[in-house]
């Protein structure tokens, strides 16, 4: 069992940056792929950012060049710096884990954080 802590979210302007963390426990949670998701009211669950163990890092369009997803190992904790943020990035976000090399879809995802939420004004 892996479990998932958010941190990190609140309120912020336009233009402006936060950083979210997820601490992890349990399992040695470096053999992990991770990823952010997000959540807005009356929407679906969408894919922020994913980072294999290997390092590799993929983006959805809409955060791509802003969202940051990072790890340290030696802290089980995996973060997702957001910059230039927009009032459509409001949403609870969550980070998940899984030991498969699962990208997008986060029905692939075994272990999941309460979430954070993020609200950006304009």
């Known amino acids: 069992q892996v479990q998932l802590v958010e941190s990190g979210g609140g309120a912020v302007q336009a233009g402006g940056s936060l950083r979210l963390s997820c601490a992890a426990s349990?399992?040695?949670?470096?053999?992990?792929?991770v990823a952010w998701f997000r959540q807005a009211p009356g929407k679906e669950r969408e894919f922020v950012a994913r980072r294999w163990t290997g390092g590799t890092t993929y983006y959805a369009d809409s955060v791509k060049g802003r969202f940051t997803i990072s790890r340290d190992n030696a802290k089980n904790t995996v973060y997702l710096q957001m910059n230039s943020l927009k009032p459509e990035d409001t949403a609870v976000y969550y980070c998940?884990?899984?030991?498969?090399?699962?990208?997008?879809?986060?029905?692939?995802?075994?272990?999941w954080g309460q979430g954070t939420q993020v609200t950006v004004s304009s």
């Open positions: 998940a884990a899984s030991i498969r090399l699962v990208s997008t879809v986060a029905r692939g995802y075994d272990y």
């Open positions: 349990g399992r040695t949670f470096s053999n992990y792929n």
